[in-house]
């Protein structure tokens, strides 16, 4: 039998449950992790729901990209749980990983575009790989419009080493949605850009947010940046939450560290 | 029951840990060198598990497979053909001046066949390829896995054992005999050249007089036995590769290490083949 059919994915009455706020699509509990003596995560909890989005924000090596990480299954946790529509994804196989994995976007910190394949290429990889039915016409057409999407419609035939960061992180979401993703997972989107191209690209998460109602975790040092795009803040410090609400929480909050980080921001 | 706990623990989506490092090298490990290595033994079995689990199981990336025929085989041709014939060059000016002290001069031709098909060919064969091959495959494999492009193949839910390491260990599989093949008969062409030009003597004559009294079992198993090479460069350079840690000093490392160890490795097991050619094919 095939591993792949044991992982049943979230059933119709599932996703009602999910759209209408019931049920967490994302759901992190009491998440541990080391790396040797560095304690990186110290039982973060959290739950995220359909059409929701949740900014993570903490200061650098707070192990806010590690807990993408653990989400998505690129590292495993010490101990605690990641729920992915209901299903634990520790211990599962790359392959039943990989039937959940279909399910989410993820927008590395740095893109990790494929350097030998053009742009193009970069974006229909995931099509070309599951959705073998679909004729090349298609593929063309529906890579075009992911890229004009996200306003990269002229770089078709470019390298990744021949467009900026921030067309970049625009081609890097393209492909993080071409399966039409449920969740999807941004490292750092506006790290390293201007002003104005981190302002496009917040606009693009918001627009994108709107059209697919995803549920979405975003990783961010940038305060203003995770208010204009965020439902809900959680602010981590030595590997726990601090705090964990909408802006006026976090603004309201008399922990001292919170003040510190609003002072800073 | 045990079995299939350990295959499962095998088979679950871990992270692979930090590389084999060589002597010399800047990476700092509190490990003992035999606890160091015999975990390196580990990590490559389980790699090896997980990447004959995912080349066993579909999809099955033929179009990967494809391109890597291609950069593996037709592209070491050139250097493989040139190192086999070099090789045919030598033998020929060593094998004569030491078969005519003894007196032996008429058994050239055989001694040149036997040499290169036995055993230079497909060792000459196996440690060119596992330079130019394995130095290829580590780095870029390390190369994406430090530019986070391996995990970005993860997350798109694509097998990154199935598509980079499965493809390209098959292929120096498959290539390895044919390549062998190439260079053994550049070898003796050369070795024939050489030959004829300090005594005339005609190919027909060569080959006729070189192959006098050899049958298949001097011919197929230590062609085939390079298939093991092939196995042997692809799965070490894939594991050293897929594994790196640390930028660009990582990707060098890698590179490196790929090649040393593809390459001991490859002159280890000759050793145990060929014995076992001897018992299997007298």
Redesign the interface.
């Known amino acids: 039998m ?1 591993g792949i059919d044991q992982i049943p994915m979230p059933t119709a009455m599932q996703r009602e449950a999910e759209q209408d706020g019931g049920a967490a699509v994302i759901a992190v509990a009491g998440l541990h992790k080391s790396f040797g003596s560095q304690r990186v995560l110290n039982g973060i909890s959290l739950k995220v729901k359909r059409g929701e989005t949740l900014a993570v924000l903490g200061r650098s090596g707070t192990g806010k990209s590690v807990l993408l ?1 653990l989400i ?5 946790p010490d101990s605690g749980s990641v729920r992915i529509h209901g299903h634990d994804i520790a ?5 039943q ?3 959940i ?2 399910k ?1 976007g ?1 927008l ?1 910190q ?1 893109a ?4 030998s394949l053009t742009v193009e290429q970069n974006v229909a ?2 099509l070309q ?2 959705q ?1 039915k679909m004729s090349k016409s298609e593929r063309a057409d529906r890579v075009r419009g992911l890229l004009a999407e996200v306003g990269m419609e002229g770089a078709l035939a470019k390298m990744p080493s021949d467009i900026s960061g921030g067309m970049q992180k625009r081609v890097g979401l393209a ?1 993080a949605l071409a ?1 039409q993703p449920d969740i999807l997972l941004l490292d750092e989107p506006t790290a390293g850009l201007d002003p104005i191209s981190s302002g496009e690209i917040d606009d693009l998460i918001l627009k994108l947010q709107e059209e697919h109602h995803m549920a979405s975790i975003v990783v961010t040092h940038d305060l203003h940046s995770a208010k204009t795009i965020a439902d809900h803040l959680a602010l981590l410090n030595e590997g726990n939450v601090v705090v964990q609400g909408d802006f006026e929480e976090l603004q309201n909050s008399d922990i001292e560290f919170v003040g510190e980080f609003l002072k800073h921001s | 029951m045990i079995a299939a706990r350990l295959t499962a623990a095998a088979d679950r989506a871990t992270p692979l840990p930090a590389p084999l490092t060589l002597p010399g090298s800047s990476m700092v490990s509190t490990k003992g060198p035999i606890n160091q290595f015999l975990e390196w033994f580990g990590d490559l079995g389980i790699f090896f598990w997980r990447v004959a689990r995912a080349a066993a199981t579909p999809p099955f990336e033929f179009r990967e497979l494809f391109r890597q025929l291609d950069e593996i085989g037709s592209k070491s041709l050139p250097l493989v053909a040139l190192a086999g014939a070099a090789t045919g060059v030598v033998l020929s000016l060593e094998a004569r001046y030491s078969l005519t002290r003894f007196g032996a001069k008429s058994l050239l031709p055989a001694a040149i066949v036997f040499s290169v098909i036995h055993e230079t060919g497909p060792i000459i064969t196996g440690l060119v390829v596992s330079g130019r091959v394995g130095a290829g495959i580590g780095a870029e494999l390390a190369s994406m896995k430090v530019t986070e492009q391996i995990d970005a193949i993860e997350a798109s839910a694509v097998n990154p054992y199935r598509l980079l390491a499965a493809t390209r260990i098959l292929a120096c599989i498959l290539m390895m005999p044919l390549l062998t093949l190439a260079s053994d008969c550049c070898g003796l062409l050369m070795g024939w050249v050489t030959q004829a030009l300090v005594e005339p003597v005609s190919l027909h004559q060569f080959i006729n007089s070189g192959f006098n009294g050899a049958d298949f079992n001097d011919f197929l198993p230590p062609t085939f036995k390079t298939a093991v090479f092939g196995l042997i460069i692809g799965l070490i350079a894939c594991f050293q590769g897929m594994r790196t840690q640390g930028g660009a000093a990582g990707v060098g490392r890698a590179a490196t290490s790929s090649v040393v160890l593809s390459s001991l490795f490859v002159i280890l097991a000759d050793v145990v083949l060929v014995k076992l050619i001897i018992i299997f094919f007298p």
């Open positions: 095939n990480r998505i299954g690129l590292a495993k211990g599962l196989a790359l392959d990983l990989g039937e994995r279909k989410m993820f590395f740095h990790a575009l494929y350097d990889f995931p790989h599951h073998k492909r399966l």
